[in-house]
């Protein structure tokens, strides 16, 4: 792990079952009557969102919190970028109040990237275009993980919007990482122009594919980012691809439906099938701050050695 | 135990022992003793708890829990407490997710008694008074060591003591159930 986390490619196994690991320990903090520990008191971590977010800029502002840091605040559509300010102006405006840490969303892939080469402060990729969610998939190997236990020989469909999917890229890299066998499943014209090196199997036949499933991803539809149309109508792509209460009867009782949020009920996922036990998505959300809290930690408080040193000790 | 002390060295090294200073039947000898002052400071088991520190002090309170049950009689809870996210050394020493922290019963009005293995520089105890704050209001917190070994850096003194050891500054204490030795690092 260099000091930045940009892609989920850049961990590797090893290094992503110690990051869920120590994730327990920062699931642990919020349980007590005062989750807060002063783990990263006098470190400043900076938003730089230039796209909309509920869950992850919420998550990553109370994951900062708990571990006592201070939290910069910056909303793009009153800043300065109003007046044409230039992104890398932007980011070294911001890096010059001094920060430690900066967490950036953009609709362009490889924004972060760049960000890393400007400053000396930590980036954390919070989703760029197309590209990676590598955080998004942290939360969701946690999270299947804390159910299912090790995730080796695991069987996982993605069912959707793949190709304007950054989560759906970061999932196939971090699911297919710590062992198990992912499958894609979507109409031709919602994957991506070319799957060459993914480590992934594709279907076009949902029923028969959720029959040996045992983590069902559902993706939103990307209404925005569709410049044209790419399926006949919403309504038939429920019917082909949506999961119906039907549907979510083929997967064994065992399995996770999981989404990575926010969830267009009565597109890719029904209302009642939503609110099922075996539907996570609120977990996701929960453990979404634990995951964070761990990411932050790691980048910012203890070294980027402990994840080599615990290794090494475990 | 071992293993903590040797990675709480900056740097870290192998330990050496050199002196035995307790063997095992002096431990167990000074853990009953502890339990009976245990009970005598607080007029019986009452609201007492006991909380292991991470990872050395662990085993030690369940042995003072277990001896303090055969002489009183009644049930005492016994937690455990990983304090490396309070410490002010943080970055210098691995977090550990396997040290697990686990407060069985509400604090609130018990009478906390934390347990380590070796007393120091008395900054691990600072690092757990405010953990602790984060669980509770304990209505006191008590301390029981195996060995006090001197060179502290804060304000704190043990109420219950194993043995107290005077050591020089580069030595190093390891805690086993097999007893306790005096060696060096390198």
Same mark, same amino acid.
């Given at each position: 792990?260099?000091?930045?986390?940009?892609?989920?490619?850049?961990?590797?196994?090893?290094?992503?079952?110690?990051?869920?690991?120590?994730?327990?320990?920062?699931?642990?903090?919020?349980?007590?009557?005062?989750?807060?520990?002063?783990?990263?008191?006098?470190? %400043?971590?900076?938003?730089?969102?230039?796209?909309?977010?509920?869950?992850?800029?919420?998550?990553?502002?109370?994951?900062?919190?708990?571990?006592?840091?201070?939290?910069?605040?910056?909303?793009?559509?009153?800043?300065?970028?109003?007046?044409?300010?230039?992104?890398?102006?932007?980011?070294?405006?911001?890096?010059?109040?001094?920060?430690?840490?900066?967490?950036?969303?953009?609709?362009?892939?490889?924004?972060?990237?760049?960000?890393?080469?400007? @400053?000396?402060?930590?980036?954390?990729?919070?989703?760029?275009?197309?590209?990676?969610?590598?955080?998004?998939?942290?939360?969701?190997?946690?999270?299947?993980?804390?159910?299912?236990?090790?995730?080796?020989?695991?069987?996982? %469909?993605?069912?959707?919007?793949?190709?304007?999917?950054?989560?759906?890229?970061?999932?196939?890299?971090?699911?297919?990482?710590?062992?198990?066998?992912?499958?894609?499943?979507?109409?031709?014209?919602?994957?991506?122009?070319?799957?060459?090196?993914?480590?992934?199997?594709?279907?076009?036949?949902?029923?028969?594919?959720?029959?040996?499933?045992?983590?069902?991803?559902?993706?939103?539809?990307?209404?925005?980012?569709?410049?044209?149309?790419?399926?006949?109508?919403?309504? !038939?792509?429920?019917?082909?691809?949506?999961?119906?209460?039907?549907?979510?009867?083929?997967?064994?009782?065992?399995?996770?439906?999981?989404?990575?949020?926010?969830?267009?009920?009565?597109?890719?996922?029904?209302?009642?099938? *939503?609110?099922?036990?075996? *539907?996570? @998505?609120?977990?996701?959300?929960?453990?979404?701050?634990?995951?964070?809290?761990?990411?932050?930690?790691?980048?910012?408080?203890?070294?980027?050695?402990?994840?080599?040193?615990?290794?090494?000790?475990? | 135990?071992?293993?903590?002390?040797?990675?709480?060295?900056?740097?870290?090294?192998?330990?050496?022992?050199?002196?035995?200073?307790?063997?095992?039947?002096?431990?167990?000898?000074?853990?009953?003793?502890?339990?009976?002052?245990?009970? !005598?400071?607080?007029?019986?088991?009452?609201?007492?708890?006991?909380?292991?520190?991470?990872?050395?002090?662990?085993?030690?309170?369940?042995?003072?829990?277990?001896?303090?049950?055969?002489? !009183?009689?009644?049930?005492?809870?016994?937690?455990?407490?990983?304090?490396?996210?309070?410490?002010?050394?943080?970055?210098?020493?691995?977090?550990?997710?396997?040290?697990?922290?686990?407060?069985?019963?509400?604090?609130?009005?018990?009478?906390?008694?934390?347990?380590?293995?070796?007393?120091?520089?008395?900054?691990?105890?600072?690092?757990?008074?405010?953990?602790?704050?984060?669980?509770?209001?304990?209505?006191?917190?008590?301390?029981?060591?195996?060995?006090?070994?001197?060179?502290?850096?804060?304000?704190?003194?043990?109420?219950?003591?194993?043995?107290?050891?005077?050591?020089?500054?580069? !030595?190093?204490?390891?805690?086993?159930?097999?007893?306790?030795?005096?060696?060096?690092?390198?």
């Amino acid at each position: 792990m260099s000091r930045h986390l940009l892609s989920i490619s850049d961990l590797g196994a090893d290094r992503i079952e110690a990051i869920l690991d120590l994730s327990e320990k920062f699931a642990e903090v919020g349980q007590r009557k005062i989750p807060r520990v002063p783990a990263l008191r006098g470190k %400043t971590v900076a938003w730089l969102f230039y796209e909309d977010s509920t869950r992850t800029r919420l998550s990553f502002e109370t994951a900062a919190k708990r571990l006592s840091a201070d939290t910069m605040n910056f909303s793009v559509s009153t800043s300065s970028v109003n007046k044409g300010e230039s992104l890398r102006d932007t980011v070294e405006t911001i890096d010059a109040m001094g920060i430690d840490a900066i967490v950036v969303r953009h609709g362009c892939a490889g924004v972060p990237h760049q960000v890393g080469g400007w @400053i000396d402060a930590s980036v954390i990729n919070a989703g760029d275009g197309w590209h990676e969610h590598p955080t998004q998939a942290l939360l969701d190997l946690y999270t299947a993980r804390t159910r299912l236990g090790d995730l080796a020989g695991k069987k996982v %469909t993605i069912v959707g919007d793949i190709r304007h999917s950054r989560v759906a890229r970061s999932n196939v890299l971090g699911f297919s990482a710590v062992g198990a066998s992912v499958t894609l499943v979507a109409p031709g014209p919602l994957l991506p122009p070319s799957l060459e090196g993914w480590p992934v199997s594709v279907s076009h036949d949902l029923d028969a594919t959720l029959a040996d499933t045992d983590i069902c991803y559902l993706l939103r539809m990307q209404q925005e980012r569709q410049k044209r149309a790419l399926v006949p109508s919403l309504r !038939e792509f429920r019917a082909t691809y949506g999961i119906d209460a039907r549907r979510a009867d083929l997967l064994g009782d065992d399995a996770l439906i999981m989404h990575p949020g926010p969830m267009n009920r009565g597109v890719e996922i029904d209302g009642d099938v *939503a609110d099922r036990p075996n *539907a996570v @998505i609120t977990e996701q959300v929960a453990n979404g701050v634990a995951v964070r809290m761990a990411v932050l930690f790691l980048l910012l408080g203890s070294g980027l050695d402990q994840l080599d040193d615990q290794m090494a000790a475990a | 135990m071992a293993d903590r002390e040797r990675r709480m060295a900056v740097p870290a090294g192998v330990f050496r022992a050199r002196t035995r200073v307790m063997d095992a039947a002096d431990v167990s000898r000074a853990i009953r003793r502890m339990a009976h002052e245990i009970l !005598e400071r607080n007029h019986g088991l009452g609201s007492v708890m006991l909380i292991g520190l991470q990872t050395g002090g662990v085993h030690l309170a369940h042995s003072i829990g277990t001896d303090l049950e055969a002489i !009183e009689g009644g049930r005492v809870p016994v937690g455990s407490l990983d304090v490396a996210l309070h410490r002010d050394d943080i970055g210098l020493r691995p977090v550990l997710p396997q040290a697990v922290t686990d407060i069985p019963v509400d604090l609130d009005d018990r009478v906390v008694v934390l347990v380590d293995d070796v007393l120091f520089t008395g900054r691990t105890v600072r690092a757990a008074l405010d953990a602790l704050h984060t669980w509770g209001r304990p209505r006191a917190v008590q301390l029981a060591v195996m060995v006090d070994r001197g060179h502290r850096e804060l304000p704190i003194r043990p109420d219950f003591v194993g043995k107290n050891l005077p050591t020089r500054k580069d !030595e190093m204490v390891d805690v086993g159930p097999d007893g306790v030795d005096l060696g060096d690092v390198s």
